[in-house]
């Protein structure tokens, strides 16, 4: 089975190749456009650009899954919170969903994305590190380690593999 990521980011990739890690497969990233805006502000934009991704990996690369996995922002009563979502696409057949946990980002972070800023650079620049979000994460920041974002991610996967073998079994 060969499985195709649409992504380059190690986070992601490392994800996706856990949540396999029982199948016998062959597993390819390759970077897709979201066709969303880079940072996206609400579920419902996220969602689709997970969705994106993971059909436009399947058409680039012809595998048989194709996985999309998008992080994005959402405003809530309480202040913004990190989204991230996960899609798996399968040719012919609707996308599978899943979502991964949610934390509100401080009050300085938020300011600076509701001001237009992309969170990876901000994270960056507020955690004084290079490259956060192809690392921890801005949710492995703000949890002090105990999520990092290939873990989060993990967890989507989890759900997006566990609604596949669910269909499969028809
Ligand atoms: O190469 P791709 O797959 O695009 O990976 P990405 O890190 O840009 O991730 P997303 O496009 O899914 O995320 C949308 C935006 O939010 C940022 N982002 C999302 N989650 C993050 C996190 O946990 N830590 C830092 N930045 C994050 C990311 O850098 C983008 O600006
Ligand atoms: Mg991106």
């Not at 899609?87 to 300085?108: D, M, Q």
């Amino acid at each position: 089975m060969k499985i195709i990521i649409g992504s380059k980011n190690p986070a992601k990739i490392m994800a996706v190749q856990t949540a396999f890690s029982d199948y016998e497969a062959e597993i390819i990233s390759n970077d897709v456009p979201s066709g969303v805006s880079d940072q996206p502000f609400s579920d419902e934009e996220t969602i689709k650009g997970a969705i994106n991704r993971a059909f436009g990996a399947l058409e680039i690369s012809g595998g048989q899954i194709g996985i999309g996995l998008e992080g994005g922002v959402q405003k809530t009563e309480y202040g913004l919170f990190l989204c991230n979502w996960g899609a798996l696409a399968e040719e012919g057949k609707s996308p599978i969903i899943g979502g991964g946990a949610r934390i509100p980002l401080p009050e300085e972070v938020s300011a600076r994305l509701l001001a237009g800023e992309e969170l990876g650079p901000v994270m960056d620049d507020y955690a004084k590190k290079v490259n956060v979000r192809k690392n921890e994460g801005a949710v492995g920041i703000f949890t002090n380690g105990q999520v990092n974002r290939s873990e989060m991610f993990s967890h989507v996967m989890k759900l997006l593999i566990g609604q596949y073998e669910y269909r499969k079994m028809g």
